[in-house]
T-cell receptor
Framework: DQQVKQNSPSLSVQEGRISILNCDYT??????FLWYKKYPAEGPTFLIS?????DKNEDGRFTVFLNKSAKHLSLHIVPSQPGDSAVYFC?????????????FGQGTTLQVKP | ETGVTQSPTHLIKTRGQQVTLRCSSQ?????VSWYQQALGQGPQFIFQ???????GRGNFPPRFSGLQFPNYSSELNVNALELDDSALYLC??????????FGEGSWLTVV
């Protein structure tokens, strides 16, 4: 029972273009969503998050959009850079008492070509 | 640099043995959680400790256990190791309502 799904295992974009990574979830109780980036042999690095009371959060080149009715969120990276090439994980949480408990998707491998 | 450090970084154990993995949390964070990440998968939540008590557990058997110490450092213990326990084990620390920060992980190989 995969509560958080990233249906695209991989994505390839050209440097300077937009990268859009998608994530779907099934549990309507999720109230906080995060995106992490992971390089090989390293732990996940926090990128950006969004609370369920918002529909958009922006931080530099990264923007996360949340569509609660569709139970869908996306991460936009503009402009994409070769250093963005990594595995991206979407994660969700419900309840402030579950601060440390995240449900992760399977990840999407992003390749940004120079 | 997340301020979360884990040790050891790599280790090899034999099936049936026991292993202890260690984690030092980011300063000021009172919650530590552990995750298992198998190849090609997202991290899977094992359990969470808050102020030295377990207060959330994922779908892992009792041979996975943990401790959190007064300084908020933590251990993950796995008994009776199985081949399928081979994975990257991630420690993460957080505080109420805040972002969760991960360490670099400990790679465990069971042979």
């Amino acid at each position: 029972d995969q509560q958080v799904k990233q249906n695209s295992p991989s994505l390839s974009v050209q440097e300077g273009r937009i990268s859009i990574l998608n994530c779907d979830y099934t549990n309507s109780m999720f109230d906080y969503f995060l995106w992490y980036k992971k390089y090989p042999a390293e732990g996940p690095t926090f990128l950006i998050s969004i609370s369920s009371i918002k529909d958009k959060n922006e931080d530099g080149r990264f923007t996360v959009f949340l569509n609660k009715s569709a139970k869908h969120l996306s991460l936009h990276i503009v402009p994409s850079q070769p250093g963005d090439s990594a595995v991206y994980f979407c994660a969700a949480r419900h309840g402030s008492s579950n601060t440390g408990k995240l449900i992760f998707g399977q990840g999407t491998t992003l390749q940004v070509k120079p | 640099e997340t301020g979360v450090t884990q040790s050891p970084t790599h280790l090899i154990k034999t099936r049936g043995q026991q292993v202890t993995l260690r984690c030092s949390s980011q300063s000021g964070h009172n919650t530590v959680s552990w995750y298992q990440q198998a190849l090609g998968q997202g991290p899977q939540f094992i359990f969470q400790y808050y102020r030295e008590e377990e207060n959330g557990r994922g779908n892992f058997p009792p041979r996975f256990s943990g401790l959190q110490f007064p300084n908020y450092s933590s251990e993950l213990n796995v008994n009776a190791l199985e081949l399928d326990d081979s994975a990257l084990y991630l420690c993460a620390s957080s505080s109420e309502g805040n972002t969760i920060y991960f360490g670099e992980g400990s790679w465990l190989t069971v042979v």
